[in-house]
């Protein structure tokens, strides 16, 4: 019993040590307001496969993936050597023996040993040599720390083994740790002396490591496995809901964050994914969502939990430079939900009248007359005047599909072209359809993700009161932002409405053959994701097979599907200025298109992506180079006369 003490008050020690560390975070997650983040059990323990088992966001990188599944497989064979380690001295008789641990689990430590430095050193070539900018922000000190800890840990494992084979006391096959015997024997080491010396190294690091986790990102060892699992399971498009137990709409203080939001907190790896598909951060705004979440992290860590959060934690400017593209979310390997907590301390902001000049100036168009335009409700349907032919009113007579036609494809010039081009191609079609006319209102979409949530919910109730009243089989919409708030959002006032993006339905009129269009000649085009169709809502397929039967030949960019880049425009910030800005997104993303070289149309499925990029081009001065056009445009039924598109240089 004697010579298992130390070892007993050491272990006993690090754990206290562990637990006292780990008390703050602890009690932040047992004193926060609850989350409903426990059904669908199966569903939930399917992503922590996918997630962690099969590594999939992380092999989106692919040297940090494979890096990170080396050292992440070796931990868990390494923990066999964890067992035997405390075990066999803490516990007399205690062996793996039987199970194997000095033939086949002996050879698997000895490899997977240095596989783990092998990772290790992948680690350090990315962090000290590679130095992704990623990593701007991330604690240097911390993986530094880490590191070493690691290292300690296999070396010793290695070198403890190896004094076991000089003194003939071990007999497996340990390729590795046979190798470093002979050095030992070389030296002149005592085999007793060195076995005694490095088992306690090894014990002396692990217990660190323990000790140091607490207060490391890499508690995400811990964390990241729950945080996946009571990831939220709701559409993707669907904002979070004000609690019914909350006095304020928005939040303004850590500990009013549930449980599921804290541990998100805690759960962040530093990786740096999120920081590196922003928009934001990459135009130069004050926002890096790894920093949001760490800054967030630090508060809560420090026992700031009551402390003002919104213009202390986290500064104004940051939460107004947010698009909400959810590209953050969407890189995340460890599912934290940067978006819900950016609208909750909006909702703050707005509570409080804390708002941009041009946001407010939005809001109070919308408040007055149901558009952030500013035009009179009688306008929006002004342009079907051009048309050949009349638009059914869905309030008067009943239509198979209801148009929501939404704001900037109702009253900008820019978009009003192709809202005409969509009429004509649903009327070339047979397609029944009406509009709402004067009745239609913004969507919300935006202004929800602003931070206004009584505005949304007066917008969202008079929208719905007007279709309800309509007899229609679907809603279309040529505006992915209404389409999400008309799909998902509305969903919080028990409106379940079958919507669809404008080219799922063309998609879906071309396969049937009730739409023959002209064929082009296979010219080169890139498009874009928008980020409410594709990323929120799936939509991904139909506007390539549009593109396709128009007879264009794609040519993705670098960043497309799930992984588009934003134009800058969601969540409010199409309302807001520059300021601070040193080259808008739309911008970086028509360099992108450049880059391809070999493209003359840069096509959009998105009333807002057509004005942001036109612009853009308009900016970049590249008008001859590059056209921004909808995908309506390249769509001529073979009763219209063939469309001569605009020429373009490419070269």
């Known amino acids: 019993m004697a010579s298992t003490l130390p070892l007993w008050i050491l272990v006993i020690t690090a ?38 088992g099969m590594h999939r966001k992380m092999l989106r990188k692919p040297l940090s993936g494979v890096l990170h599944a080396i050292i992440f497989i070796s931990f868990f064979v390494l923990f066999t050597a964890t067992i035997d380690a ?12 039987p199970i194997g641990g000095e033939t086949w689990i002996a050879a698997l430590q000895d490899i997977f040993s240095a596989l783990m430095l092998v990772g290790v050193g992948l680690a350090l070539y990315q962090r000290y040599v590679l130095r992704p900018a990623r990593f701007d922000g991330s604690s240097g000190s911390d993986a530094a720390i880490i590191y070493v800890l690691i290292v300690l840990i296999v070396a010793s494992l290695l070198l403890e083994a190896a004094a076991r084979i ?36 090894h014990i002396g690091a692990i ?70 598909v922003c928009p934001a951060y990459a135009a130069g705004l004050p926002l890096s969502p790894k920093l949001l979440i760490t800054d967030m992290r630090d508060a809560l860590a420090a026992g700031s939990s009551a402390a003002p959060l919104v213009g202390g934690v986290i500064s104004e400017e940051t939460l107004w430079a947010c698009t909400t593209c959810r590209a ?43 558009n952030s335009m500013g035009k009179p409700s009688k306008m929006r349907a002004r342009w079907t005047r051009e048309l050949g032919f009349p638009v059914k009113d869905a309030r008067e007579e009943p239509v198979d599909v209801l148009w929501f036609v939404g704001d900037y494809a109702s009253y900008d010039p820019r978009v009003q072209e192709i809202t005409r081009k969509v009429a004509e191609l649903l009327t070339a079609a047979g397609v029944d359809f009406g509009i709402l006319f004067d009745a239609e209102r913004n969507s919300g979409n935006d202004v929800r993700r602003a931070g206004e949530e009584g505005l949304f919910e007066t917008l969202a109730q008079s929208n719905i009161d007007e ?14 932002h209404s389409l999400n708030a008309l799909k998902n959002d509305y969903q919080h006032f028990g409106a379940a409405f079958e919507v669809l993006h404008y080219t799922a339905l063309l998609a879906e009129l071309i396969a049937a053959g009730k739409l023959d269009l002209h064929v082009a000649d296979g010219a080169r085009v890139t498009y874009h994701d928008p980020c409410y169709l594709g990323r929120y809502n799936g939509g991904f ?81 590249v008008a001859d180079r590059l056209k921004a056009v909808d995908i309506a445009e390249l769509l001529v039924p073979r009763t219209s006369q063939a469309l001569e598109m605009p020429p373009v240089e490419t070269s």
């Open 15 to 52: 754990l206290a040590l562990t637990a006292w560390r780990s008390r703050r975070y602890a009690m932040a997650l047992a004193n926060a307001p609850a989350a409903a983040r426990f059904d669908r059990p199966m569903l939930r323990l399917q992503g922590v496969m996918v997630a962690i």
């Open 86 to 97: 405390f075990g066999s001295r803490l516990f007399p008789g205690f062996s793996l023996a």
């Open 467 to 480: 279709i309800k009243a309509c007899s229609f089989n679907r809603i279309m919409t040529t505006d992915p």
């Open 166 to 201: 000089v003194g003939g006391s071990d007999g497996s096959w340990r390729p590795v740790a046979s190798a470093l015997a002979g050095l030992l024997d070389r030296a002149g080491m005592s085999a007793h002396a060195g076995e005694e010396l490095f088992y306690w190294v």
């Open 541 to 621: 397929d139909a506007p390539r097979e549009l593109i396709r039967a128009a007879g264009y030949t794609l040519h993705d960019m670098p960043r497309c599907r799930e992984n588009s880049f934003c134009c800058g425009a969601g969540g409010g910030r199409i309302w807001q200025g520059d300021d601070g800005v040193t080259e808008r997104p739309s911008e970086n993303r028509i360099r992108e298109a450049l880059s391809l070289g070999d493209v003359a149309y840069f096509v959009v499925a998105c009333p807002k992506d057509k004005v942001m990029y036109t612009a853009a081009i308009d900016a970049l001065g």
């Open 207 to 276: 217990l660190a490591f323990l000790v140091y986790i607490p207060g490391s990102k890499h508690r995400h060892m811990f964390l990241a496995a729950p945080n996946i699992y009571f990831r939220s399971l709701e559409p993707r498009g669907l904002a979070p809901a004000v609690p019914e137990a909350r006095e304020a709409p928005g939040i303004d203080s850590l500990g009013q964050f549930d449980w599921k939001q804290q541990l998100d907190l805690l759960s962040c790896t530093e990786c740096g994914r999120c920081q590196a």
């Open 328 to 370: 953050c979310m969407e890189a995340c390997p460890v599912e934290i939900e940067h978006l819900p907590k950016i609208i909750d301390m909006r909702r703050h902001l707005v509570d409080e009248g804390r708002v941009s000049p041009g946001l407010q100036e939005a809001l109070s168009n919308l408040i007055r007359l149901g």
